[in-house]
């Protein structure tokens, strides 16, 4: 079955995405699920007919994590370093780093990319979810327009590149 596209950007990066409330367990009776964009990270109910969604729900994050290696720096209210991003979403991403940022602090974040990518993504606000050892997960929480669309493009570049991935996004 072909997945669906998003209909705001006509892209065919889409995750299917969690029920929330009754409603949407009730309309998935009729096949109707929700799937959130990767690239521009609308959400959006499709049709898909036949098809029935096991609950799996080990990773309950909304965005394919893309594995990078991307050099950033940051700078926190009580933090300062740099370190690499190990993974990157439109809404997140890891970062590996000596220095140690505290859980929940809000930090501004440079990524610095490569390979055909001369410029710098800058995000205005992330905050630290979780920490593991010298692992820091962070959730980004402002970002400009221009700045979310050049991610977008840069992640899609990435999915193209991976076809492994492309079979996990509708799954």
Known sequence: M???SCPSCNKDFVRRSQRQGHAEVVVSLFYLYPFRCQLCTHRFFAMQWGRRYRRYTPDRREYLRIPVRVHATFLG????????????SM????????????????LRLKLNMQN????TIEVEAAVVRNV????YGLEFLRLHSQEKERLGK????????RPMYQARLVS
């Open 2 to 4: 072909k997945s669906p």
């Open 77 to 88: 209210e009580e933090s300062r370093g740099e370190g690499t991003t190990t993974n990157l």
């Open 91 to 106: 809404r997140g991403c890891a970062l590996a780093t000596d220095t140690r940022p505290t859980q929940g602090e809000v």
């Open 116 to 119: 055909g990518h001369p410029e």
């Open 132 to 135: 593991l050892g010298r692992q």
């Open 154 to 161: 840069i992640i899609e570049q990435h999915l193209h590149s």
